[in-house]
């Protein structure tokens, strides 16, 4: 049996590379309600029933930072599992609304690839990520470029 291995090195990806990642998440009510109560997002579309069934989607909503969040963490034995640092996200787009109980799914691809000018033993990759919910509908994507090490000499 080999040990787990948690992110890639910078040589081992490569542009236009599509990674599908394995990991997925099912969103529950308490997960929701935590994240509403730490973050002090206190919209009652999250957090009260009633009111969300009274209104545009009928049932509650998911946080939409907490997607997002969710989704990064996704990518990470994949994507930034041996990284530096993110050194920042883009066009954070949500595609359609996630509510409880939805299950997550995520695919990278990878855009470009910059090697360090300053420090050889490192490089940026750019990517993008699409979420999708059990039933395949894009439902977050956004772009950021990751900061990730070499393969040590």
């Known amino acids: 049996m080999q040990p787990s291995k948690l992110g890639h090195y910078y040589e081992e990806f490569c542009v236009n590379q599509v990674i599908n990642h394995s990991l997925s998440k099912t969103i529950f009510e308490s997960d929701n309600n935590l994240f509403a109560l730490i973050t002090m997002n206190h919209h009652p579309v999250h957090t009260n029933l009633d009111y969300a069934e009274n209104n545009q989607h009928k049932c509650l909503l998911v946080v939409g930072t907490l997607v997002f969040s969710l989704v990064v963490g996704i990518t990470v034995p994949d994507i930034s599992g041996k990284a530096i640092a993110n050194l920042g996200y883009e066009m954070v787009k949500h595609l359609s609304p996630v509510y409880v109980n939805d299950t997550l799914y995520a695919k990278t691809k990878v855009l470009s690839m910059k090697d360090s000018k300053t420090k050889l033993d490192r490089g940026t990759i750019y990517v993008e990520t699409i979420a999708?919910?059990?039933?395949?509908?894009?439902?977050?994507?956004?772009?950021?470029?990751?900061?990730?090490?070499?393969?040590?000499l």
């Open 132 to 152: 999708s919910n059990q039933h395949g509908v894009d439902v977050l994507k956004f772009r950021r470029n990751v900061l990730i090490k070499r393969q040590p």
